[in-house]
Structure formats: C-alpha cells, structure tokens
C-alpha cells in the first residue's frame, strides 16, 4: 500500500492515527532544526514536522527535499498545539508528526509557483500545462468541468436519452466555418474532414428511430481565432423527435437550472429563463445575446429626432438609418471628461459620434431652463422637445441621455459595445449572477453583403417559421422568421439550436436560395435528402458550449482556464509544439507535396 490517508482529508478526529501519506513538497521550512513540509496531495495539503530527536534518519532527507519533489511519508497525526492551528487550510487543526520519508522522484526548480495565483504569463503556464495543473485552481476547474459533464449524463440517461459517438472522420460539407482536413492514405487525393458539429449526423439518428440522442461531442473548426476560442470545442449535442420548439427549451432551461444549483449553489441564478424573440431583443437591447442583469434599455426616438434640425440627424434618417439609445439612470453629473470617454468608446467601435444630453436640473424637464440641460452642440432643442423625449425614453430629471446615429445592422453593434461599456463602467453588472434567457424567431436568412447572397442565420437544416414557407418564393427573404433559437447568459451565446425541416422538398428549395447548384446539394446533402424520404420524424435539438459554461461557473475569463490542454490563440500546442512539418515519408505515403508559401 502506498499510502493510507489523503493528505486534505485530515482532521482534529484523526489524532493519533498512524497513515500513511504520498504526494509533492508545496513548502519546506526549516525552524531551527525541525523541518517542516507542507504535503500536497489532489486532495488538499497537510503539514508534516520532522523532528531529529525522534525522527533522526527522515530528518535528515527532509533536510533535501525541496518543492515539487515526489515523496511518501508515515507517521501519526497530532492535534497541533493551542494556537498554532492554521484556519486557512482545512487541515489546519492537525500536522502530521513524521516517523520515515520515502523520496520517490525530485524534481527541477518549477519555472513558477505551484500555488493559487497564475502571476506565471500564459504562455509559459501552458508550456508546462502538467505543472500548472498541478495549482489547486485548475485542479478545482477541472473538477468542476466533470460535475458538469456527470450532471448532464445523468439528468439525460434519467430522461431516456442515448449516448450515441459519431464519427470524427467524415465528408467535408462546409457548414460556414472552414474545415480541417485528414488525408486519406488508402485513397491518395482524397480526403476526410472533421465535424463542425455532428448536425447531419444527429438528424440521421431522429430518422433511425433513435427519438433522444445526445453526445459529449469535439467539434472542429479551422478559424482564425477570435477572442477566447479553440480549433477544437466541447459541446453537448443534442436531438429529439416528436417535439415543438418548447419542448426543447423546457428541457435545456431544466438541465441548466438543476445542473448549476448542483454544482454552483453560490451562484445567483435568475429564474425562469425569460423568452424573448430576436426582434424585442435587438429593439430592447441592440444584441441578440443581451447581458440581462442591467437594465439601459433601448429607445429608438428616430421620429422625434427628425423634429429637430440636427444635421446628423437628419441625414442619417434620410439614409434609410435610426436615432437610437438609452438613459444612463442618475448620471446627469458626468463631466465633460467624462462625456468624451464615451465618445472615444463609441468612436472606437466604428460609431461617428455619440449624442449625449444631461438634465441637471431638479423640477421636470419641460421647465428646466436652458442652462440646465446641456444637450451636444448643435442639437438646440426646446425643454418642450426634451420633455417629450424623457417620457418616450423614460428619463427624469438628474438623468443621461446618450443617443446614436446610423444604420442598422451596424447602429445596433455600437450601442451594445456603448451599453456594454457602461454597463461595467457603474458596475452594474453583479459578477455572482447568471441571468439566462432564450432567444427565438430568429431570422432565416441573412443577407451577406459582400458576397451578394443570402446565407443561413442558424444553419441551412433550420426550419421556417409556421405559415412562412410560402414567402419563400417571394422577394422579402429577409422577413421570414425561423425556429432558431440561442440559450444566452450574461451576454455570451451559451447554445443555439433549431427545429429542423424533415421534408426533402422544402429542404432544396433552402438549398437553392442558399445558391447551391442541384450538383452541389447532391454532393453535400445527398444521404440526408434520401434519408428525409424514408419516414423522417419532426424533429429538433440544441448544442449547448461547454466550455464557455464551464469557466463562466469557475469565474474563469478564459476558457483556456478549464481545458485540460488548450491550444493558444495562435492554435499552437505550445506543450507538444503542435502543428510542426512531418517527414518526407509520412507526405509520400499521402501523396502530399508541400508547396512553398511566398515569403
Ligand atoms: N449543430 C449546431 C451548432 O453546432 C447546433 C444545433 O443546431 O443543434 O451550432
């Protein structure tokens, strides 16, 4: 037996038990003469004191020993003497009095410290990713990562889904992203590609019969990296039959609530998840994935900016473009200095300025005096005129007006990077809250301006909404609403899914408005356009993230923090070095020549 006891799992009950502990040297102190080791363990760290009077030879090594060397100790637990408990850690009460000290492994000088705080920069932590997963915060990221993963399994398996693999070598079919591709050796000059997502697979399961499927599913996609992704993700993919859009949504809200009262009761939760279609969402909040734990809503006051003679104004609403914005509660005491902040924000988010009006004064703002709203230079309009944008936008006196001139769907891109922004400038925010809601009705298509077509908002598989099929043959593609829906949280999109088309005939004629040849959708779509005329069940499913989840529970700002070994932004394995050249032999047996890139 190598060891007895976990080291974090001793108490002041445990006085006097003889164990038998393994694990690495957090510390070593020496206080004249008697050694102490803090041993750690997955389990949490103990102190062990090696005393040379009793303990002569294990003294000696413990002399040696230093930080991150591997060791096995035995020796009796202590209550520790009156006053020198430690209450930060939980085996704080105890110290384990050594009796031999075993050194299984030493180990070099750890380029950082294995403790709480990653002061280590990234890129050396995920060089030495054993290392860093060694600190008791990435080890409890870990852990929760598996509560996660177990809940889901289990919530599901109690509601008769099956756990289902599909295959990660399959047809490239382009679903937006771009695909990483696998040579196939047996076949010189063709290829595999690896899942985006097991979309067509899962439908191909509703056709068989299988009515609940899900997956703990790696999806890929070869992008280049934008803020906190990976090439490869992890989500939970799932697929039902026989059920409407509410079915779905009442199952995820379900898992989601049970799942974080389990694993994160500290959280606040808000409940139930609202339901909002994508068109309030963008009205109310200028995003379809709205941090809902603040208010700033939006008002869009285009009629009564047209009232006045305010040239930006003015030709924005002749442009075919919006005056919207909100009211920033309290807040009419922002300086100038202040003022401009936001200015530069809006600016910087591609905005060509920010309106803003503050009503200092204390009666009602169609009595106010002039001096007492300052309103952007230029805009001159009458306390009248404010009285009747305050009612519109819900402003009183002491309040912060900011407004925005453009065009959708770039007006609404600024103000939520503005609403954002102020959103964490009055810390309104609260950073233990989770405030999820569903968004739906999502449009079907949209337009992709430099290419000059309409492409799929969710994925082409996505059904229209009820009694809006037959405006597929009509000219405003962009009004058809769809049975796409996005789980959001505290502005993040947490998961997206949809109610499918099961019927071959409406399915190509999405494929032909998406510009796909008769060829090409044979080529790309041809098993799941046979399978559709064998019996295909009405169904529906959603891949909820579990990345993004996972380190939002952890509190983590990068999803890197709860995978085990994450590739950099660049997507390099920095721990294997990841992707490198391969031999001239492993290219001849794919018949692969490497061409040169111009320098
Ligand atoms: N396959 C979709 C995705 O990965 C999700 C779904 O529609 O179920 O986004």
């Known amino acids: 037996m190598l060891r007895s006891a976990d080291c974090g799992s001793l108490r002041a009950k445990n006085n006097g038990d003889q164990v038998t502990l393994a694990g690495w040297v957090s510390r070593r102190r020496d206080h004249g003469g008697i050694i102490f080791l803090d041993l750690r363990d997955r389990s949490g760290i103990v102190q062990v004191v090696f005393n040379p009077e009793t303990a002569a030879d294990a003294a000696r090594i413990a002399e040696e020993v230093r930080p991150e060397w591997v060791v096995q100790v035995k020796g009796t637990v202590k209550r520790r003497p009156e006053g020198s408990e430690n209450p930060a850690i939980v085996t704080g009460d105890v110290e384990v009095m050594a009796a031999e000290l075993n050194v299984w492994n030493r180990s070099l000088t750890p380029p950082f410290y294995i403790d709480e705080d990653a002061e280590a920069d990234e890129s050396l932590r995920l060089r030495y990713r054993y290392l860093d997963l060694r600190r008791p915060p990435m080890l409890r990221n870990l852990t929760l990562r598996h509560r996660v993963v177990k809940y889901i399994r289990d919530f599901l398996d109690q509601r008769d889904f099956l756990e289902i693999e599909t295959p990660i070598l399959i047809k490239s079919t382009p679903e937006g992203a771009r695909d990483f591709l696998v040579p196939s050796r047996m076949q010189p000059g063709n290829f595999y590609a690896l899942p985006q997502s097991p979309q067509q697979m899962k439908q191909l399961l509703m056709v068989a019969g299988i009515e609940r499927y899900f997956q703990i599913a790696r999806c890929f996609r070869d992008e280049d990296l934008r803020a906190d992704r990976q090439l490869e993700f992890t989500q939970l993919d799932l697929e039902m039959s026989f059920v409407e859009e509410n079915d779905i949504l009442d199952l995820t809200e379900e898992l989601y609530t049970g799942m974080i009262e389990s694993v994160t009761p500290e959280k606040k939760l808000r409940k139930p998840f609202p339901r909002i279609t994508y068109d309030e969402a963008m009205d109310r909040y200028a995003s379809d994935k709205p941090d809902l734990r603040f208010g700033l809503e939006m008002t869009d006051v285009s009629d009564l900016a047209g009232e006045s003679e305010f040239r930006v104004f003015l030709s924005t609403i002749d442009g075919g473009g919006r005056i919207k914005g909100f009211v920033v509660p309290g807040q009419a005491q922002f300086v100038t200095g202040q003022v401009k902040e936001l200015e530069d924000v809006a600016k910087s988010a591609g905005a060509g300025g920010l309106v803003h009006i503050r009503y200092r004064g204390e009666g009602p703002i169609g009595q106010q005096a002039a001096e007492e709203i300052v309103q952007s230079a230029g805009l001159r309009m009458t306390a009248e005129w404010h009285q009747r944008l305050a009612d519109r936008m819900g402003a009183g006196p002491g309040d912060l007006v900011l407004l925005m001139a453009g065009r959708q769907p770039r007006l609404n891109a600024w103000l939520t990077v503005l609403r954002t922004h102020v959103g964490e400038l009055l810390k309104l925010p609260d950073p233990d809250e989770l405030a999820f809601a569903f968004v739906t009705r ?158």
């Open 442 to 599: 999502f449009p079907l298509f949209e337009w992709n301006e430099d290419a000059k077509r309409w492409d799929s908002s969710h994925h082409p598989f996505t059904s229209p909404d009820d009694g809006q099929e037959g405006e597929l043959d009509g000219d405003d593609l962009g009004a058809i609403k769809s049975k796409a829906y996005d789980l959001v949280c505290n502005g993040s999109e947490l998961a997206s899914g949809s109610i499918r088309i099961h019927n071959r005939q409406l399915q190509e004629k999405i494929f032909e408005i998406l510009g796909h040849s008769k060829e090409e959708t044979q080529a790309r779509f041809g098993p799941l356009l046979e399978a559709f005329e064998y019996g295909a069940p009405p169904h529906g499913g959603i891949a909820p993230g579990i990345d993004r989840l996972v380190a939002m529970l952890c509190g983590s700002s990068s999803i890197r923090d709860v995978i085990a070994f994450p590739k950099t932004q660049s997507g390099t394995d920095l721990l294997f070095d990841a992707p490198t050249a391969v031999s001239q032999s492993q290219l001849d047996e794919l018949s692969l020549r490497i061409v040169e890139q111009p320098k």
